[in-house]
Every structure is written in structure tokens, then in C-alpha cells.
């Protein structure tokens, strides 16, 4: 009999006491032997829930207990969860938590402490929720050299530029019916600026560079500034705009960002609509392998945490190898990234200033009451795109992607 512990009854928590407990046996058959919910730590009381015979108020009794060989973190936040699973690992058992702003604050030096103590520190939930990529990355991807990863891996925005896309309606009339839905949080701004994309590129980062990447090194710009006119340009091209946490490797310089892309139909992140999560990475030996899901949720993410805890049972005085150095990842800087721009300048009859500055240009025909000219450029770093753009009164600029 394996005890776990959950520290947290709310979304991902109750998902994983209630996966636990319903596909009990076929879990059991799993991991090789039975998995009961011991603890589960939570501030609040929860009358006539069944977790009830299990709640308790203070971790020590968790951390004190030696029965309990596997903690679940489903928190949320740094703190007090950092505490709590370096406690968990330095006392012999392993943790796996969904908590994507530890494990990207926190990761390399948690995954030092499980292998020092002989246990696991496991996060697949932490990125894509239900999607399994984080194994994939670490145990199946062990030959190619990572390339490039793209993905789409923030729900709430994806659903938001869907429908932007989808009914012509405005940012903040979807933001407010996404709240309405509760697809959105009443504070959105992890999601829309880009924060919450930005931690899962982090740890996804530094799976695939092996060294730990700050987050805070990593640029971010959010969806505010999308409007209904730059999608009206995409469907002239056949294109959509995704926010996408990118990582990508050039001429030995390691970038990763979160920004707005235009995609074009060939990328298979085109047709990742609403709610969706979607992560592409690119080996040098594979080629392009494509993960798809859902990337939030009670019983997807908590499903993706009971495969930890499955695992963790597993492997049981055996330490997963995960390449993932306690030391820092230089990134290259954003005015040297390359990409082509979709651009929109205030001004017509201007193309010949726009070729003259920019080079060669694809422009997009647009309505002319907008008194606009929009278009596509050449591959340019930030610092080139910069310097063409000083020149016009830009109204809109977003990445496209190569
Ligand atoms: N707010 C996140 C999303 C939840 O919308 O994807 C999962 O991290």
C-alpha cells in the first residue's frame, strides 16, 4: 500500500482525490500496488465532502508521517508549495505537483534535493495540464537535438483570440463573456499579458537546454493590443494569430519568448481553436511531433498528476534522470531574434517609403476608410525591424511565424 498526500482541495486537488479513488484498481494494476489518499491538507473544512474522513489543517502531520511516501502539490504559487515539497523530498518522498510557478522558479534546484534524498520531484501537470509533454521531453525525445518548440499553451487566451477570430467581436467583450463562462479568471492578466505562458515556456526551456531559464530573461508581450481589423487582415491571407511560447535554437543562440504569431494554415497550431493547448517541437533527427489536449481543467490536469504518482511509485528508490542543470541559461536577446513582421502604418500611397526602409514587402489589401497600409516583411531581427519601423507611425506589428 502506497499513503499519498494531497496539499490543496481546490480545482486540481479534488480532481486528483476523486481520480484516486475512482479508477482505484485500474491504477493499482498500474503502479503495482494499491494507492490510497492518506491526508489531504487544506485550510478550509468541506462539510458533508468525503474528503472529510482525510482533511487535515497542519502539514506536519503530513511531513511527520513516514507511511506517506508520495506528496501531491496542487496549490498554486510559490509559497508556501516551495516549502512544503523541498520539506517532502529532504524527508524521503516524492513530490509531483502541477504548479508550473515553482517548477519554473524552482525546478533544477527541487529535482537536485529528489535525487540527493533518493526520491522523485515530477511536474507533468505543470505544462499543458492533461498533455502529456513533460515526459515525452525527458524520456522519449532523448535522441534529437530540440530545435524549436512552439505552443499554444494558455487556454483562456486561445479561447478569447478564437472568438475574435471566429465572430468579429472585440477584446474586452470576450474577455468579458470568457469571465462569464469562467473560462477567464476576474484578474486575467497572468493570462492575457502573457505571465502564466510565460512560466511553461520557462520549464519547457529548460527541459530543452538543459540549464535553468529564468523567467523573468524571458520576453513577454500579452493579447491586449490584438484588435478585430488585424484578424479581418488574416483572413485575406489565410492566416490566424496565436499566442505562442517559443523556444527556438540559431547559429547556437538560444531564444524563448512569449508574443502574438501570425500562423498560416501549414502550421499544424492553425487549427488549435478555444480552450485548446498545443505544444510543436521540432528534433533535428525527428522532425516536427505535435502534443494537443487540454491544457487546464480539474480531471485533465489532475490526470496528468496521478500518471506522476503513478510513476513515482514505479520507480521507488529510483531516480529519474532529468537533464535539467541548477545553473543559468544565458538567452539570446530579443533585437537579435529573426522573424518576418506583419505590420500596419498609418498612410496610403506610401509603399515605395515601405519597400525603401523595410525591403522587400507582401502588402495586404485592406479597407480604405482605415486610411492604412498593411503588410508583410522579410525575415528581420527585432533590433532591423526596429530601426525600418522609426519611420511611420505603426498602428499595429506582430510576429510572424517562419
Ligand atoms: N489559466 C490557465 C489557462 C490555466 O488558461 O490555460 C492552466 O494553467
Known amino acids: 500500500m502506497v499513503n499519498v498526500a494531497i496539499l490543496g482541495y481546490g480545482t486540481v486537488g479534488s480532481g486528483v482525490f476523486k481520480i484516486i479513488n475512482d ?11 494499491d494507492i490510497k489518499v492518506k491526508y489531504v491538507l487544506d485550510l478550509r473544512d468541506f462539510p458533508g465532502d ?16 513516514e507511511e506517506v511516501s508520495v506528496v501531491v502539490e496542487v ?5 508556501p508549495a516551495y516549502t512544503f515539497v523541498k520539506r517532502a523530498l529532504m524527508a524521503g518522498k516524492s513530490a509531483c505537483t502541477s504548479n508550473k510557478e515553482l517548477v519554473a522558479k524552482h525546478g533544477a534546484e527541487l529535482l537536485e534535493i ?11 501537470a505543470s505544462v499543458g495540464g492533461g498533455i502529456p509533454i513533460i515526459r515525452p521531453l525527458i524520456e522519449c525525445l532523448t535522441v534529437d537535438h530540440v530545435e524549436e518548440i512552439q505552443g499554444i499553451m494558455n487556454g483562456t487566451t486561445n479561447y478569447i483570440l478564437t472568438k475574435m477570430e471566429d465572430e468579429g467581436a472585440d477584446f474586452d467583450t470576450v474577455l468579458k463573456d470568457a469571465q462569464d463562462k469562467g473560462y477567464a479568471e476576474r484578474n486575467p492578466e497572468a493570462d492575457i499579458e502573457g505571465y502564466d505562458a510565460c512560466r511553461k515556456i520557462a520549464i519547457l526551456s529548460s527541459l530543452a537546454y538543459e540549464k535553468q531559464v529564468d523567467f523573468e530573461d524571458i520576453y513577454t508581450e500579452g493579447i491586449t493590443k490584438i484588435t478585430t481589423v488585424d484578424f479581418d487582415y488574416m483572413k485575406k491571407i489565410g492566416a490566424s494569430i496565436k499566442l505562442l511560447g517559443l523556444a527556438r535554437k540559431e547559429v547556437g543562440i538560444a531564444y524563448s519568448m512569449v508574443a502574438p504569431f501570425v500562423i498560416f494554415q501549414d502550421n499544424p497550431l492553425y487549427n488549435v481553436k478555444d480552450v485548446f493547448n498545443a505544444i510543436l517541437i521540432k528534433g533535428d533527427m525527428l522532425g516536427d511531433v505535435m502534443f494537443y489536449g487540454k491544457g487546464a481543467g480539474s480531471l485533465p490536469t489532475a490526470s496528468a498528476v496521478v500518471s506522476d504518482v503513478v510513476d513515482a511509485v514505479k520507480r521507488t528508490g529510483n531516480t529519474a534522470m532529468v537533464y535539467w542543470k541548477n545553473e543559468k541559461r544565458i538567452l539570446g536577446s530579443v533585437d537579435a531574434f529573426t522573424t518576418p513582421y506583419f505590420v500596419r502604418v498609418k498612410g496610403t500611397g506610401i509603399e515605395s517609403e515601405i519597400q525603401d526602409k523595410f525591403g522587400e514587402v ?5 479597407d480604405p476608410s482605415l486610411g492604412e497600409t498593411a503588410f508583410i516583411t522579410k525575415v528581420l ?11 511611420f507611425d505603426v498602428v499595429s506589428r506582430i510576429r510572424v511565424s517562419k
Open 381 to 391: 531581427s527585432g533590433s532591423e525591424y526596429n530601426d525600418a519601423a522609426a519611420s
Open 23 to 33: 479508477n482505484n484498481s485500474h491504477i493499482a494494476r498500474r503502479a503495482g500496488d
Open 362 to 366: 507582401q502588402f495586404i489589401e485592406g
Open 75 to 79: 496549490m498554486g504559487g510559490v509559497e
Open 50 to 65: 468525503p474528503v472529510e474522513e482525510v482533511l487535515v489543517h497542519d502539514v506536519d502531520v503530513i511531513m511527520e508521517d
Open 114 to 124: 529528489a535525487k540527493d534524498n533518493n526520491v522523485n520531484f515530477f511536474f507533468e
